[in-house]
């Protein structure tokens, strides 16, 4: 059924936006299509999409606008704001989405800040290391985020900091 579906969707899109008989004949055959096979214009145009309101921090605001527009495409964000005060009413944007881009927005923004925060870490040490930032005592003891690295996460952190520009800290209390 899946190849009658695409035919259809395509003789649609030529129904469209076709030119004359080009047009009619591409009608006609959808229509035929429709008859032969007992689907609608319902089945291949998909579901209906609706304002779907998706939480996201603000602090992965950016990377959650990119996430969206992964699943649906080109789109505008709505929010909604208090005319008077113009302040946000809501924590949540607004989007127009059939509801299974909706369950599949969701799942990538829980799984993508997953993995956007082990990442960050990576880039924290990264970062401190290169810029030679340390604990004026240090115990690697009670380092738990640098103790318990593999040496695949430690060639990472090799490999990032690598990426990374110095910047060297210049007191500024002369002495």
Known sequence: MGKIIE??????????????????????????LFKKHGISI????GESTKLEMIS????????????????VGE???YSFTNKDTGKNLSSKTGVKCTKAEF???QAKLDFYYKVFETELHYFEIAFLH???IEPKTFNPENDDRRKQLSYEESQKIK????????????????E
């Open 7 to 32: 035919l259809a969707k395509k003789l649609k899109a030529l129904a469209d936006r076709g030119e004359g008989g080009e047009k009619l004949t591409a009608e006609i055959m959808l229509q035929n």
């Open 42 to 45: 319902a089945e291949i145009e």
């Open 56 to 71: 996201f921090s603000k602090k992965y605001e950016f990377i959650s606008y990119i996430i969206i527009q992964s699943v």
């Open 75 to 77: 789109c505008q964000f």
């Open 103 to 105: 369950i599949e927005i």
């Open 130 to 132: 290169k810029n030679n």
């Open 159 to 174: 490999l990032i900091s690598g990426g990374i520009d110095e910047h060297p800290f210049l007191k500024q209390i002369g």
